[in-house]
């Protein structure tokens, strides 16, 4: 945002919704002010979708972020993000964000979603979700965007033929988390999709994530 500027001349807003999946899930949506220019669907959508008003301070494209809640119990969450402790929840899950929440932002929102100007982004477990959910449905998020990924799901063999453009990063200090991260970046390398690795001092936690929201959007709809 240029200096001196009004930091609510450019505030969208945010609305919140309970869709019918699970008894009631909550999706929180930060719409930009003015057009839309991309969409980024993620996990743990309590805590990413408040990062959406940094984006506008950054300048980067006008992007909506549409977060979908998780799960209040952790083991049931890790079943909905990862394909390999549930498989029969996870593809529910998969079903709700993918069809259910995709279909009501086009409905509510008036919009057009395209694969390019779609993204699909997670942190920690959200990662695995992120990398799973873009690995079986590239037809519908064009880019992958994963910090600090957890390691239950892990790069399958062979990989899909088609594979949407991948930004990973994870800190130093977060050992565990970035050896996945590598793990990822060398696989989707090697099977030859456009991967961005960032290596960055910090750990595991949600400053370093946000921090490094901005520039993932940048790259992904640039």
């Known amino acids: 945002m240029p200096s001196g500027t009004d930091p609510d001349a450019t505030a969208g807003e945010f609305i919140t919704e309970v869709l019918d999946y699970d008894g009631g899930r909550p999706v929180t949506v930060y719409r930009p002010a003015g057009r839309v220019d991309a969409v980024v669907f993620a996990g743990d959508g309590a805590l990413i979708s408040q990062w ?3 984006l506008e301070r ?7 972020v549409v977060g979908v809640h998780r799960h209040r119990n952790e083991t049931v969450r890790l079943a909905e993000y ?3 402790f549930d498989e ?13 929440v995709r279909r009501w932002v086009q409905s ?20 695995e979700l ?25 790069p399958p063999s062979p990989l899909p033929s088609r594979l949407p453009r991948t930004y990973l ?3 130093n200090d977060e050992p565990f988390f970035l050896a996945n991260a590598e793990r990822w970046a060398d696989a989707l390398l090697g ?11 910090g750990g595991h936690g949600g400053p370093f994530w946000r921090a490094e929201f901005p520039s993932m959007i940048s790259w992904a709809f640039r």
Do not use: Q
Request: with cysteine; aromatic share 8%; charged share 20%.
């Open 52 to 54: 959406g008003p940094d």
């Open 58 to 64: 950054h300048g980067g494209p006008s992007t909506m």
């Open 82 to 84: 990862s394909p390999v």
């Open 88 to 100: 029969a929840r996870f593809a529910g899950h998969e079903r709700f964000v993918v069809d259910d």
């Open 108 to 127: 509510r929102f008036d919009l057009a979603l395209v694969a390019e100007r779609t993204a699909v982004c997670g942190v920690s477990a959200g990662g």
């Open 130 to 154: 992120a990398l799973a959910l873009g690995l079986r449905h590239p037809e519908s998020f064009g880019a992958i965007l994963c910090a600090s990924p957890g390691g239950g799901y892990r």
């Open 169 to 171: 990063v994870a800190g």
């Open 191 to 201: 099977a030859g999709t456009e991967v961005e690795f960032a290596r960055r001092a």
